[in-house]
């Protein structure tokens, strides 16, 4: 059996010592330790005193040591004031709610990367004490993500319950990829709480913010956070002009009774969807092939191709000039291209106010995918705190990239 001193520097203890080995068996070690100090003072006069009044044992759970959990049998003093007769019980900052905090912090970061049960087998504790270090943590990450300051904000929204519209707004740090809060509900009441609740300089240091296609974002970011540049994301507008071509393919597709099938459309249907710039001589062939015999598919191919063009320009005037001549081409062909274009004419100012910055919701997005991945993880949540706590912990982020001046 290793000696007492031997002890209290293998297991790494800070301001205790081992006073013995209480049990060292294969499924378990215990320890008895105190602390190193003899003198605290009195916590109602402030003069220290060294007379022990009583001794508690206290069990304090510590990370496992060589796969084995490890107790330690903490003999906790109280000690009586010479001066006042008040008795107080000594304090350790190692040890916080008969854990110590190495331990808690062990669990916290499994937790990353495990299911809450999982990480409690690990290390020998109730799942409810896990949770509530959890959302202890969670509380501190929300608190501390607040008050940093924030030059992109990124919007969007998730539904936390399939199928039942429980949506939630996530907003996320652009430059840092991280999840500053998770707000319940998705409206102009919602985001508009959330921005007037921060302080003006934070509000003021947010330049870039990015959104969907959400009346109710844009009201909050107008009244809350004028001075900032309104990016709509690309991808959704992107995505009501892909629509639009799907839309036209289909129709192409669908043929009079009788009259034989062109599969040529159908197979390529993923052809379709690629841009200009990125189509090879023998795909160009075949494309030519499918708009000669369907003419109508190939003139709202050619309008989508046009307003990729408005997001592959490298400067503001170049997309304004592509804009326009996407109008051109658009009252010359006499099609009808649906809500893509009424949206697109709505929101025109912010989708075009990608090019100053080139601002996305990617970051954003990802996080989505964390928490998908999270929710499958944990075989969902039924509790929006958990849930809200262990995305705050999954979603931390990277570090900020470096300009190229810094």
């Known amino acids: 059996m290793a000696a007492p001193d031997a002890m209290t520097i293998r297991l790494h203890l800070r301001a205790m010592r081992v006073l013995d080995v209480v049990e060292d068996v294969p499924e378990r070690l215990v320890v008895a330790v105190a602390a190193i100090s003899g003198v605290i003072r009195c916590a109602a006069c402030g003069f220290k005193t060294a007379k022990v009044h009583a001794t508690r044992k206290v069990k304090v759970a510590d990370l496992p040591v060589s796969g084995r959990p490890l107790t330690l049998l903490w003999h906790r003093r109280r000690f009586r004031c010479g001066r006042c007769s008040t008795t107080t019980t000594e304090a350790n900052p190692f040890v916080a709610d008969r854990m110590t905090q190495r331990l808690a912090r062990a669990v916290v970061r499994d ?16 799942w409810h004490r896990v949770m509530a270090l959890v959302l202890a943590e969670g509380e501190l990450l929300a608190r ?16 936390m319950r399939k199928g039942q519209g429980q949506f939630s707004t996530i907003l996320v740090d652009g430059d840092r990829g991280r999840v500053v809060a998770v707000l319940k509900g998705r409206s102009a009441d919602v985001l508009g ?3 007037a609740r921060q302080s003006p300089a ?3 240091g947010v330049s870039v913010v990015v959104t969907d296609m959400a009346e109710c974002y844009r009201t909050a970011v107008r009244k809350w956070l004028p001075d900032a540049r309104h990016v709509v994301d690309r991808f959704h507008v992107v995505r ?5 071509l799907v839309s036209a393919r289909r129709d192409a597709q669908r043929t009079p009774r009788g009259r034989p099938h062109d599969p040529k459309v159908f197979h390529n249907r993923f ?3 690629k841009r200009l710039d990125r189509l090879s001589g023998e795909e160009m062939a075949t494309l030519g092939s499918i708009f000669d ?3 109508e598919l190939g003139v709202v191919w050619g309008l989508v191709q046009r307003f990729h063009v408005v997001f592959c320009a490298e400067t503001e005037e170049a997309a304004n000039e592509a804009v326009a001549q996407l109008t051109d081409a658009y009252q010359a062909a006499g099609v009808n291209l649906g809500s893509a274009i009424t949206s697109f004419c709505r929101w025109g100012p912010e989708s075009l106010n990608f090019h100053a910055g080139h601002a996305t919701n990617a970051a954003s997005e990802g996080v989505n995918g964390k928490i998908e991945v999270l929710e499958r993880m944990a075989y969902g949540f039924r509790s929006r705190a958990n849930s809200v706590a262990r995305v705050l912990l999954v979603c931390s982020g990277h570090p900020p990239a470096l300009s190229p001046n810094s």
Do not use: I, Q
Not at 115 to 122: E, K, Q
Not at 146 to 157: I, N
Not at 240 to 244: D, E, L
């Open 293 to 295: 015999a369907h003419p």
């Open 240 to 244: 009501n002009f892909a629509k639009v």
């Open 202 to 204: 934070w509000r003021k």
């Open 193 to 195: 709480g959330f921005l």
């Open 271 to 273: 052809l379709l969807m």
């Open 111 to 126: 937790v990353r990367d495990m299911t809450v049960l999982a990480v409690a087998r690990r290390y020998g504790l109730s």
């Open 144 to 159: 501390h993500r607040r008050r940093r300051p924030c030059r992109v904000l990124l919007v969007d929204e998730k539904s």
